[in-house]
């Protein structure tokens, strides 16, 4: 099986870790990835801060550039619903405005077969013991849009529980928000930093040395907000746990 | 321009991109729920009803034609009630073994007299045990809205099976909107402090529920 | 035609308002109790409905066509309240409904009136408008008693005084109740049944006495022109049925086609909003009743209120709004309003349904409108719980879109065209730019190897408008290379990783 991995904007430049982590944890599973190279971003920021014009453009590259793969895998929650959620709502209301069907008909191809990665492992490779070993205690964060926008339900968890050697713990309040909400984080920064500040004391009660969630861009502000606590505990994507094996075992 | 003109204009400009629909009423809202929760049997529905009931505080008190007085009696001594309003309509038997004064629900009585007045006893149009609401519609036995209002203490007799429904759909069915109509569930309460919920506010304080066993008597009479 | 007023003065935005309200520990201890105790209870209640899906899908439809046929429903009102004995009154806007109502208060004589918590009153700054024409009204719902009594703003739909706790209620009580009536007894605890206690006897004196009620409604039914009103005190039926004259302030968004749509919302509605499975008391009532009966007022008057719901229903993403039944389980799950209060919306309607009801029906053009639509993360909570399915999310993102980018909207009933924000231009560059390279990946890897060869100079804090972020939070370090640099060394542009025979090989890590 062949698929193209959509690493999204942030991952690319700022967590080559997880990108990595994918390939290795696909390509071991019997997959094989393609980063097609005109990828960029989905849009999802121009989208939620309001510049719905602004994030067309965006949504009909990454239609160009997906268009030809049967699965697009992405490590993202957030980024999985723009494409699978927003990109239909994208077509609509360029059709409500008097432009016709031609988004909608340019974007609709990619939609269903775009796949948040526990998505893929779990509904599409039909695996949950994907043969990793993490012996460490972590808990684990659902982040908003995987939660209620993709329904990821425990798929993450029955991921996370096949792992050899990993304690998981419950997270206290875990399906709160984190305060991250993209430009959320700068234009309303007290409120964000004090739901930042809830949910890094919450993790900080479980006695987990890593804070795990599919979601970089929440890891961020709450890696952010745990080093500025002066927290032990890590931050780490899932698919850097799920990539990890005793040979060749995740820092 | 009036405004009614006015805001029946602006209503129709709003609505001026929404494509034309003439699906009749019924056809346009599915209503795939339910039309109770859970089974059918009576026996059942009378102690979910007492069940809920409870839950929010009412008290709640079985017995039979035969014994119907002396409960009133009891339930009234219990408060110390000195006096009772009667709505018109009421079984007289009802209050037979009562010792507190009968004062009838008349339309000039004021609310001032009303607050001095200690109990009220009514029957009710019909009851929904889902919920452990009690649904008064000023029919016979029942008066006028104030009356189980104001005074501190109100007795309300259910016949069951016959007074009794599952649930809030079947209640609706049973009830005429052109009455003026009261739903009870439990003393009155708040939740105003701190989200939390506090029996007794204004309405009365203390309701006590009679579940009569009719099972051989006449039908409750229908409201008029 | 006045502007379109909903009860409080101009307010400073979002963020300025609800920076003071996070660093407030008492407040956001009393949120944190109050919304957590009630959060669970809703989830319990709800639970107990396996249909709670179908129903809450069939109270979405019912308002959606009530709204697509609203002209017809209100005709159909109108007729409905005027054979059963009622008079109704149409409102384009706050001031014309103030007038309306205290023309007929002056009517029959009497200088006060005893009041049913309504948003819709509150929403048009009543109380406020009688006390200028000399008349008093007397909030009767306990929690909007506080505020009254407090002199403060109602901070939450349901529970107007959600942000005070037990102990400042009673402090309100001692202080004031002696001023506006009967006061407190002495001795006054803060055990919320004594509260309670005090708030019975400090009221009963002017419900008995009362001439005049005033009130909203939940719901009118069209087809029978009954009105619903939904509580659990008791001082609802007070104010329905003990006056002579009674005066119900509704939206026209309140209506419901028929009798038995009401199966729906006495469902849901008590669940979602007290996490009950019935509120304590409901009362409906159809106009008025014959002299023989002589149950409850003998006059009646029901005033339909526009002000902005007009122009709210014209747009078609936006007018999901209007579905809202005022339950507040979005304010009570939303993880902004538990930090930032209710306060901090400028507006009696706060919380996620807040900002987006209030910058329709008022515009966007005030300080504190333009900041609702961003005061939420979109974490969805609200919209998952919402018992008429209103996307709060979808409204709010094409409500940043009106600020950001303007565009058309209807104010008091004629289209107009919005200019963008001017707050915004240095966003609606940045965004462009940032659309600009994104659009390119060449640019982007530019932007990346620059970024890249910087790291080491990278601050730990950033001046200007990145100290929002670093103010609270470390920058995530820069790494040497982004991953498409290291694809393109290992697999080459366009090549491909492929998949590794069994378990253990591992070729796809970094090695070189």
Redesign the interface.
């Given at each position: 099986m062949r698929v193209a991995l959509f690493l999204t904007c942030v991952n690319d430049t700022l967590y080559p870790d997880t990108g990595r982590a994918v390939v290795r944890l696909l390509t071991r599973l019997g997959v094989d990835v393609d980063f097609p190279m005109g990828q960029t971003c989905c849009g999802q920021a121009h989208y939620n801060t309001g510049y719905r014009h602004e994030a067309e453009p965006l949504a009909r590259r990454f239609a160009d550039v997906f268009r030809g793969y049967e699965a697009i895998v992405t490590p993202s929650g957030s980024c999985g619903a723009m494409v699978r959620e927003l990109y239909p709502r994208l077509g609509e209301r360029a059709r409500a405005e008097g432009r016709g069907d031609t988004l909608a008909a340019a974007l609709a191809p990619v939609v269903p077969r775009t796949y948040e990665l526990t998505e893929f492992l779990v509904d599409v490779l039909g695996v949950t013991d994907v043969g990793a070993c993490y012996p460490h205690r972590v808990t684990y964060h659902p982040t908003c849009h995987g939660l209620r926008a993709l329904g990821l339900g425990d798929r993450p968890g029955r991921l996370l529980r096949a792992v050899r050697g990993l304690d998981l713990v419950e997270l206290p309040g875990a399906e709160e928000c984190c305060g991250f909400g993209g430009t959320f984080a700068v234009k309303n920064p007290d409120v964000s930093a004090a739901m930042g500040a809830d949910k890094v004391r919450h993790a900080e009660s479980t006695g987990a040395a890593v804070l795990c969630a599919a979601d970089n861009s929440c890891l961020m502000h709450l890696g952010g907000t745990l080093t500025r606590m002066g927290s032990d505990v890590r931050p780490v994507h899932l698919a850097e746990i799920l990539a990890s094996t005793e040979k060749e075992p995740a820092v | 321009m009036?405004?009614?003109d006015?805001?029946?204009?602006?209503?129709?400009?709003?609505?001026a991109?929404?494509p034309r629909?003439d699906t009749p009423?019924e056809q346009?809202?599915?209503?795939?729920?339910?039309r109770r929760?859970g089974d059918t049997d009576a026996g059942r529905t009378v102690a979910l009803l007492a069940a809920?009931l409870a839950?929010?505080r009412a008290d709640v008190h079985r017995t039979d034609p035969a014994g119907l007085p002396e409960l009133v009696a009891r339930l009234l001594a219990a408060r110390g009630a000195d006096s009772v309003v009667v709505p018109a309509g009421l079984d007289p038997g009802w209050l037979a073994a009562a010792a507190a004064t009968a004062v009838p629900d008349r339309?000039e009585s004021?609310?001032?007299e009303l607050?001095r007045i200690d109990s009220v006893v009514t029957g009710c149009a019909v009851a929904?045990a889902?919920?452990?609401?009690l649904v008064l519609d000023?029919g016979p036995g029942q008066g006028?809205?104030?009356i189980t209002?104001?005074p501190d203490h109100h007795v309300c007799v259910v016949r069951v099976p016959a007074q009794v429904v599952s649930s809030?759909?079947e209640a609706?069915e049973r009830l005429d909107?052109?009455?003026?109509?009261?739903?009870?569930?439990?003393?009155?309460?708040?939740?105003?402090?701190?989200?939390?919920?506090?029996e007794?506010?204004?309405?009365?304080r203390a309701l006590d529920v009679v579940l009569l066993a009719d099972g051989d008597g006449p039908p409750p009479e229908p409201a008029a | 035609m006045s502007e379109t007023f909903l009860g409080m003065p101009s307010f400073p935005a979002f963020p300025v308002a609800a920076r003071a309200a996070v660093q407030d520990g008492t407040l956001r201890g009393?949120l944190r109790?109050?919304?957590h105790?009630?959060r669970a209870k809703r989830a319990k209640a709800v639970a107990?409905?396996?249909?709670w899906a179908?129903?809450r899908?069939?109270g979405r439809?019912?308002k959606d066509?009530t709204l697509?046929h609203?002209?017809r429903y209100?005709?159909q009102v109108?007729e409905a309240v005027t054979a059963?004995g009622g008079t109704v009154h149409?409102?384009?806007d706050a001031t014309?409904a103030n007038r309306i109502v205290a023309g007929l208060v002056r009517a029959t004589g009497e200088s006060e009136v005893v009041k049913v918590k309504s948003m819709a009153t509150q929403e048009i700054g009543l109380n406020e408008a009688l006390e200028a024409e000399g008349i008093r009204a007397y909030e009767?719902?306990?929690?909007e008693l506080?505020v009254q009594l407090g002199r403060d703003r109602p901070s939450h739909i349901?529970?107007p005084?959600?942000h005070r706790?037990?102990g400042e209620?009673r402090d309100v009580f001692r202080s004031e109740m002696g001023r506006w009536g009967r006061a407190a007894p002495d001795g006054l605890t803060d055990e919320?049944?004594d509260?309670?206690?005090a708030?019975?006897l400090h009221?009963?004196e002017k419900?008995?006495r009362a001439r005049v009620g005033v009130s909203g409604a939940n719901f009118v039914?069209a087809e029978?022109g009954?009105l619903v009103v939904v509580e659990?005190?008791?001082?609802g039926?007070?104010c329905?049925?003990?006056p002579e004259t009674l005066i119900s302030v509704v939206g026209?968004e309140k209506i419901v086609?028929?009798?038995?749509?009401?199966?729906?919302f006495?469902?849901t509605l008590p669940r979602s909003s007290?996490a009950?499975?019935?509120?304590?008391?409901?009362?409906?009532?159809?106009g008025t009743?014959d002299a023989e009966?002589?149950?409850?007022p003998r006059e009646f008057h029901l005033v339909?209120l526009?002000n902005g719901r007009?122009?709210t229903?014209?747009d078609?993403v936006g007018?999901q709004a209007l579905r809202c039944i005022r339950c507040s389980a979005c304010l009570?799950v939303c993880p902004v309003y538990e930090r930032a209060g209710g306060h901090a919306y400028g507006s009696v309607y706060p919380g996620p349904i807040g900002a987006i009801l209030s910058p329709q029906l008022r515009g966007t053009a005030s300080a504190v409108d333009a900041s609702l639509p961003y005061a939420s993360s979109l974490c969805g909570a609200c919209y998952e719980v919402c018992p008429v399915a209103i996307d709060i999310p979808e409204v709010l993102v094409h409500l940043r879109e009106r600020v950001a980018e303007g565009g058309r909207a209807?104010r008091e009933?004629s289209t107009v065209v919005l200019r963008p924000a001017r707050g915004h231009a240095v966003e609606r560059a940045a965004m462009r730019a940032a659309r600009w390279a994104l659009t390119r990946p060449a640019a982007l890897r530019t932007g990346q190897r620059i970024a890249g060869r910087a790291r080491r100079l990278q601050p730990r804090s950033l001046p200007g408008p990145g100290r929002a972020w670093s103010a609270s939070r470390d920058l995530p370090a820069v790494p040497a290379e982004p991953f498409r640099d290291w694809w393109r060394r290992i697999y080459g542009a366009g090549g491909t990783a492929a998949a590794r025979p069994g378990p253990g090989g591992d070729t796809g890590k970094d090695t070189r």
């Open positions: - | 009036s405004s009614r006015r805001i029946l204009g602006r209503v129709r400009r709003a609505l991109d929404v629909d009423y346009a809202v599915p209503r795939t729920y339910l929760h809920r839950d929010y339309p004021t609310p001032r607050d929904v889902e919920t452990g609401t000023g006028r809205r104030r209002l104001v809030v759909p609706l909107p052109a009455r003026p109509l009261t739903w009870i569930s439990g003393p009155s309460a708040t939740s105003d402090i701190e989200l939390d919920r506090v007794g506010v204004h309405g009365p | 009393n109790h109050a919304t105790t009630i107990e409905l396996p249909d179908e129903l899908e069939a439809r019912i066509h697509r609203l002209d209100l005709v109108e059963a149409w409102a384009a014309e009767t719902d306990l929690a506080i349901l529970v005084a959600i706790n037990r209620i919320p049944a509260l309670a206690e708030a019975r009221l009963r419900f008995l039914v029978t009954t659990s005190e008791g001082n039926r007070m329905l049925t003990l026209i086609p028929t009798w038995r749509d009401l199966e729906v006495l469902q007290t009950e499975r019935m509120n304590p008391y409901t009362s409906m009532w159809t009743t009966t002589a149950d409850g339909l526009d007009t122009d229903l014209a078609e007018r009570n209807t009933g």
